[in-house]
């Protein structure tokens, strides 16, 4: 069990990188997998239903490749890094609930392979992610 | 607009509630799950802070001359009686906004608007009270007292178990008495009614802030002994959607007539003769529908929420939009509210909907969408 972060009613995990855009990015070798953050599904509420990418498609850092249907709001998550997506979790086209229930384990979005490494480097680090969510409560 | 937030947010806050707008309101959105807080309401019971909405009181005595102008249905009753829902209408018979009138008796009524309305309500009330001439007194009591639902087929169960006596108890619809004692929470309400926002059987409570709070605690201690949860608004969002019940601002406005949203209980058993807003109504019967309201049911695969201005197409051409949607935890689906051309507000009908560039199928449908499980004792 990696060790976290606890902001509030949110839990940021110390084994990974995040986004300002509430993604979290996972490496392992040369992938990086992909969801949102504890914060962003708890913001969101019960989420009925996702849209995923094409397995194949070639996505640059930013683009918007996953729809999300909440019964609060429609939202995207955004690619973090470039580069190819090679899995999606195509579980949660049956279960979308699975993100509220394990935001940071079987509710995983895409697995991207990794273009340009460089890009990792400009990922939040927990705290950083942490930081932001307590200026954006207070 | 200033900010307004319920009195007792800090006591949700405190119990876990998850705080938002609505309505210009800072108020309880959910506990946590919507679907959640809605299932207990359909299966047990759910509590609804719903401060946000208004309390107004009309006194005086042209009291009952003055809303029997406002309103298209009869309100003559005996005290103890709430006659409605019924609406303030426009003289082009729009809605200026729906509400629920309590005969308090002795020339006092109370009257109940939607949250956006408030001081709309108050203005067009004292504004005819002065063009009659009628004597009446008109009260802003909201922020003074809190409001709670009770909602749900343990409804009864949970009363009980807040100490209320059985002539509560056994108030029947559209009933209420004044001056409740709840003897577990050591406290006594104002008003309590029987009605019911989400379909379901329940009541409604209208106490002093200080008094309500201790509602308020206890009810969050009685709740998890029926399987009940405190419940926010979203809840109440997609509970009403599943009946079929309007919200002001997105299925009536002042361009709306009755007839359009087919809201047959404010002008009840038929539109009187002499009412603001009357003559403008029969004209509308006359004339028939300029557009329908419907239910929209979607497909279990449409995992989407339609939202308010979706468009709705047939056969690609245009032909009506959307003014709520939600997804049902009960039909485990996407449903909606829409306004569709009369030509094809045809029962049955496949549509598709647009959303983020995209089509989907739904039918339409009568309401309710959702049969309640249980109902207040006629």
């Known amino acids: 069990m990696a060790s976290e972060i606890r902001v509030g009613n949110y839990i940021v995990l110390s084994d990974r990188k995040y986004t300002k855009t509430d993604e979290w990015v996972k490496v392992e070798g040369d992938i990086a997998i992909v969801g949102i953050t504890d914060y962003a599904q708890k913001k969101l509420r019960d989420i009925v239903g996702v849209e995923l990418p094409e397995v194949g498609r070639e996505v640059k850092k930013g683009e918007a490749i996953v729809a999300i249907e909440s019964v609060k709001a429609a939202a995207d998550a955004y690619a973090p890094i470039s580069g190819e997506i090679i899995e999606v979790n195509e579980k949660l086209l049956d279960e979308p609930e699975t993100i509220n229930k394990d935001p940071y384990g079987e509710g995983w979005l895409v697995k991207i392979s990794i273009k340009k490494p460089e890009e990792l480097k400009e990922l939040l680090t927990p705290e950083q992610y942490a930081e932001k969510i307590q200026k954006e409560e207070s | ?378």
């Not at chain 2, 004044?178 to 106490?207: H, K, M, P």
């Not at chain 2, 019967?285 to 449409?302: D, I, S, Y």
């Open chain 2, 1 to 378: 607009m200033t900010e307004k937030r319920i009195p007792l947010l800090d006591v949700h806050r405190e119990l876990g509630g998850n705080v938002g707008e609505f309505a210009g309101w800072t108020t309880v959105i959910d506990y946590g799950s919507i679907v959640e807080e809605h299932i207990s309401v359909r299966k047990t019971v759910g509590f609804f802070d719903l401060s946000h909405m208004g309390r107004l009181l009309v006194q005086g005595p042209d009291a009952y001359r003055l809303l029997d102008k406002l309103v298209p249905r009869n309100i003559e009753s005996p005290e103890g009686l709430m006659v409605g829902p019924t609406a303030f209408l426009n003289e082009n018979a729009g809605f200026i906004d729906d509400v629920m009138p309590y005969n308090l008796g002795s020339d006092e009524w109370l009257v109940v608007p939607n949250a956006v309305n408030i001081e709309r309500d108050l203005e067009w009330m004292r504004s005819w009270a002065e063009k009659l001439g009628y004597n009446v007194n008109i009260i802003d009591k909201t922020s003074e007292w809190a409001m709670f639902a009770v909602q749900g087929p343990r409804s009864v169960e949970f009363m009980k178990l807040l100490g209320v006596d059985s002539s509560v108890l056994n108030l029947r619809i559209l009933h209420f008495k004044r001056n409740v004692r709840f003897e577990a929470a050591q406290a006594t309400a104002v008003i309590v009614s029987r009605s019911g926002w989400t379909g379901e059987d329940g009541f409604e409570i209208i106490a002093g802030i200080g008094e309500a709070e201790k509602i308020l605690r206890k009810a969050a201690e009685i709740l998890p002994m029926l399987g009940g949860r405190l419940c926010g608004l979203g809840a109440r969002d997609s509970l009403r959607l599943e009946v079929g019940f309007v919200l002001y601002g997105h299925e009536i406005d002042e361009e709306t007539t009755p007839v359009d949203a087919r809201y047959w209980w404010v002008f009840k058993p038929g539109p009187k003769k002499e009412c603001v807003g009357c003559p403008a109504l029969i004209e509308a019967l006359r004339r028939g529908a300029k557009r329908v309201r419907v239910g929209l049911k979607f497909g279990k695969k449409a995992r989407i929420v339609p939202r308010q201005g979706d468009k709705v197409y047939v056969e690609g051409v245009e032909v009506g939009y959307v003014t709520s949607g939600a997804f049902s935890p009960i039909l485990n689906r996407s449903i909606a509210q829409a306004y569709i051309k009369p030509s094809h507000a045809l029962l049955g009908l496949t549509v598709e909907v647009e959303r983020r560039g995209r089509r989907y199928e739904a039918k339409i449908v009568e309401f309710p969408l959702v049969q309640p499980t249980s109902s207040p004792p006629k």
